[in-house]
């Protein structure tokens, strides 16, 4: 029997493409978006989600690029249920040979892809369609106290979001850049 998941491996050590597979008929489809032996076996090693996420946004809606710092770094497993966004991970990782690089995924609910990004990555995504579910699986609970953010926009880790002027929240706006960023990741 065929592997339960299909992988995809970028440029980037650690972030991960993983799509369930699909069983369809004339009734439907269904799909196991997830479980756990399948994901470890995956990305290698173990991993424990404790709370799930889930936002609605219009089109053009950007949200990020944020992260979680020690001792309350965030891993995600990311898809979209309904929609389609542009998922972008950013290498936060100091003794990391990719370290400020990024590395996109489009998310859809047609291409049914997931995306695994590990601690130790800044994270955001622009929606592309209206009425976009953005889900996410995280490792760890959210804490105002350990967040922290980069300018989406910044030149220095030059995004190509496919757009100047998304929707943005005053935070977002008000993101640092990345060259005052000392990263408490190794």
């Not at 592997?3 to 369930?20: A, F, S, T, W």
């Not at 992260?67 to 966004?85: E, I, M, N, S, W």
């Not at 400020?100 to 592309?128: C, D, M, V, Y």
């Not at 002027?165 to 990345?178: G, H, I, R, T, Y």
Request: glycine letters at 8%.
């Amino acid at each position: 029997m065929a592997h339960p998941l299909e992988l995809q491996r970028g440029p980037i050590d650690g972030p991960l493409m993983v799509r369930p597979r699909r069983f369809g008929d004339d009734r439907g489809h269904f799909s196991e978006t997830w479980r756990q032996a399948h994901f470890e076996e995956a990305i290698g090693s173990q991993v424990q989600f404790v709370q799930d996420n889930e936002s609605v946004s219009g089109t053009g809606v950007l949200r990020g690029l944020h992260f979680q710092v020690p001792d309350r770094a965030q891993g995600k497993l990311v898809r979209v249920a309904r929609g389609a966004a542009l998922d972008v991970a950013v290498d936060l990782r100091k003794g990391s040979p990719t370290y400020g690089q990024h590395q996109t995924a489009l998310l859809s609910e047609e291409n049914r892809w997931q995306f695994w990004i590990p601690k130790g990555f800044a994270h955001g995504f622009l929606t592309l369609e209206p009425n976009t579910v953005f889900c996410y699986k995280c490792t760890e609970v959210y804490s105002p106290n350990h967040e922290g953010s980069l300018l989406w926009n910044d030149p220095d880790l030059n995004i190509d979001w496919g757009t100047t002027a998304p929707l943005l929240s005053e935070k977002d706006v008000k993101a640092p850049s990345f060259a005052d960023f000392q990263s408490p990741f190794t």
